[in-house]
């Protein structure tokens, strides 16, 4: 029996959030037609953010108010308890709430330090009463642009803070791509000693060439769960010199090809990452968008 | 104690042999000695080919009469015998002698089925007589770009044949980059269990994004020797949409922050990557050259 991976999308959260190029509302849902045609069900839609700091983010409750939802999971990016407040009135199916492991990014990143994150996200978790799925996000949690190296303990430390209201899933996210496949087993396997019981889904950067190592090490560790966008497109406003997520059409081939099962058809994935280079009008970083898959169809 | 890993240039031979930027023999010399400089101890410096096919190779005798010695192992790749012959009069080190495992692929690299590449094999090791370390490089070991998959199983068959006359060292080359972490594990493991001692090398290409996590999964398989360039640069002149080998500043940060030693310094690779971008006249797919190690030098 094939072993099984679940890509969550977000080409239209991170994906776009630091984009130049404006996409109107007509464009994201073209794409996300595209994200649902290449086979994803598990998407992040958007963040509940100011819109002044995140200006692509501005349209998230016209994106909400006319989703299509049948087989789909929508997933919304929070970062304080007004995001919180309208996701749930968006009437989507997730939060993601993050927290930053390291202060100075914290507090550039959503005004508040690690600590105060942490006790924002029990209250949250307390007024959700069960309404939406839950996730948990420790953002920067391989390194970070402005303090350097966050130990492992520094990790495990928020995480028993997070843990006294244990979130449905945790996400931990190499924010500004800095992580090693060593890096991965590492992490993934404290969590796991610590609390085996917890799903983890892993939000990986492809900024120093390791991204797809990174899954893969992840999957090796035991992780099922993976974000991605099409084309490799993203990278967060408020880290420096931070780039794209991994390309779906790339952890597609990857995973397919060793003969795990992501749901995904390659082809549309290719397809949805050609139209939206189109609508962003410069190159994005995904690999199989310019090299085809393998064995290439007949006649290539 | 730090596991280690060695990595092979191969910046000189694969890197250039595709490029159309023409490097003349003081710019060769000097990015061999940015490369030395970086760390490399073991480099493929040319190709004793045909200059009409592969022009930047031209000058293989006149690279080969003027190089440092000391600490230094060097490699010429030889596809038949007049190539073996030029390399052993120019008194390198080793000489790397490629089979392709697909009929059609090695007819258009080397005018010779892979039958006929292996009977030459047995007489070139014969000729050898212990003067110059052999290696043999299995092309298209993960797949091949005109006859599609490549079974394990007639990799083995081929290498079954190779090792009637063992070579020091193997080569798996996934001359196309269409291989996945499972292939690697897959394929190395298949060599291991028929030969358990003979040392393997991998030659990997990121086509597909998957380069680096190949290199990990290799690792984890006990491969202990990766082909790199600088910048990633390289591709195979008879093989469509070959693309760039893995970029040896980016393996070395792959390896390095893993806690496996590489010999290498990264930020004169780093060095190296850029002075070969200029010398190109064009960007490079490298990674690192453009994000930075992690952490950052103070003040960056």
């Not at 992780?223 to 790339?250: H, I, K, M, Q």
Request: aromatic share 6%.
């Amino acid at each position: 029996m094939k072993d099984v991976v679940e890509i969550v999308d977000v080409t239209l959260r991170d994906g776009i959030q630091n984009e130049k190029t404006f996409l109107d509302l007509d464009t994201k849902k073209r794409m996300l037609a595209a994200i649902i045609d290449a086979g994803a069900t598990r998407i992040e839609i958007t963040s509940f953010v100011n819109p002044a700091r995140v200006p692509q983010m501005a349209d998230a409750e016209a994106l909400c108010a006319d989703l299509p939802r049948e087989g789909l999971r929508h997933i919304g990016l929070v970062l304080n308890h007004r995001g919180f407040a309208r996701a749930l009135e968006a009437g989507l199916d997730e939060v993601n709430y993050a927290i930053v492991l390291s202060d100075t990014f914290s507090q550039r990143n959503q005004g508040m330090t690690s600590a105060e994150g942490v006790a924002l996200w029990h209250r949250l978790a307390a007024e959700t009463r069960g309404r939406v799925g839950t996730n948990v996000t420790l953002a920067a949690a391989f390194g970070c642009p402005f303090e350097g190296e966050v130990p492992v303990a520094r990790m495990i430390e928020v995480l028993e803070q997070v843990m006294e209201a244990a979130p449905d899933e945790l996400t931990l996210a190499d924010t500004i791509g800095v992580a090693t496949p060593r890096d991965i087993e590492d992490r993934v396997g404290a969590v796991r000693a610590r609390f085996p019981d917890l799903p983890i889904r892993l939000h990986l950067h492809n900024t120093r060439n390791t991204g797809l190592a990174n899954a893969w090490a992840g999957y090796c560790a035991g992780v099922r769960s993976f974000d991605a966008s099409l084309g490799g497109v993203g990278g967060c406003p408020f880290a420096p010199r931070a780039t794209g997520n991994l390309p779906t059409e790339d952890l597609v081939y990857m995973f397919e090809r060793s003969g795990i099962a992501t749901g995904y058809d390659l082809d549309r994935a290719i397809a949805g990452a050609k139209a939206l280079e189109v609508a962003l009008g410069h190159p994005v970083p995904g690999m199989l968008m310019k090299a085809g898959g393998f064995p290439a169809p007949a006649g290539i």
